[in-house]
């Protein structure tokens, strides 16, 4: 159980267009779903925290007009980037939570390889 | 708030040998703590991790990680180390809910040499 998906696994796009990543939650409610970025040989960056119906509380630094997170049912988080640019390439990350058997459980996807060309 | 280190950002091994991958953490509540460990170009797989009780915990793969406290430490180890351990692995922290965040450490690549 608690499995989390991303959709796509990779995608490439040209540069100045938009992009949609969905993280679901397969077998459990998401409460709350955390967007993290990973730049190559690096760690981990949180980005967001959504919570259903609420908006997004971005971490210091990211841009929340470039980075749209839509958290519209507890199975469904999207994180859209737009108007991408090549230093938008990296690999993007989703974590579900408030599922499984113990509350503090977080439940992370595949990732998203995102190439801007 | 919370933040991890970890000591060495690449450590080899040989095969056979005892892996010891260091994690430090400061935290202003008590610290749920968490081993992930990164293969090439694939997300993020739990190891292990540490919420209450026993201070010693056993995860998959034969790894286990001890808390301590006092040291304000959470050290992976692996008595033998096997090719398939070459890996990024990341030592984490988060608060003891699914509404708080889960702040990464900056990663340690561990080599296996044969």
């Known amino acids: 159980g608690a499995v989390v998906s991303q959709h796509p696994s990779w995608v490439i796009c040209k540069s100045g267009t938009s992009v949609k990543i969905e993280c679901r939650s397969l077998?459990?409610?998401?409460?709350?779903m955390f967007w993290y970025r990973q730049f190559p040989k690096q760690s981990l960056m949180l980005m967001a925290t959504s919570n259903e119906g609420s908006k997004a509380t971005y971490e210091q630094g990211v841009e929340k007009d470039k980075f749209l997170i839509n958290h519209a049912s507890l199975t469904l988080s999207t994180l859209t980037v737009t108007s991408a640019h090549p230093e938008d390439s990296s690999f993007y990350i989703c974590s579900a939570g408030g599922g499984g058997q113990h509350s503090y459980e977080q439940y992370f996807g595949p990732g998203t390889r995102l190439t801007v060309t | 708030a919370q933040s991890v280190t970890q000591l060495g950002s690449h450590v080899s091994v040989s095969e056979g040998a005892l892996v010891l991958l260091r994690c430090n953490y400061s935290s202003s509540v008590p610290p749920y703590l968490f081993w992930y460990v990164q293969y090439p170009n694939q997300g993020l797989q739990l190891l292990l991790k540490y919420t209450t009780g026993a201070t010693l915990v056993k995860g998959i793969n034969g790894f286990e990680a001890e808390f301590k406290k006092s040291e304000t430490s959470f050290h992976l180890t692996k008595p033998s180390a096997h090719m398939s351990d070459a890996a990024e692995y990341f030592c984490?922290?988060?608060?003891?809910?699914?509404?708080?965040?889960?702040?990464f450490g900056p990663g340690t690549s561990l080599s296996v040499i044969p």
């Open positions: 984490a922290v988060s608060g003891i809910t699914s509404y708080d965040k889960v702040i």
């Open positions: 077998d459990f409610q998401a409460t709350t």
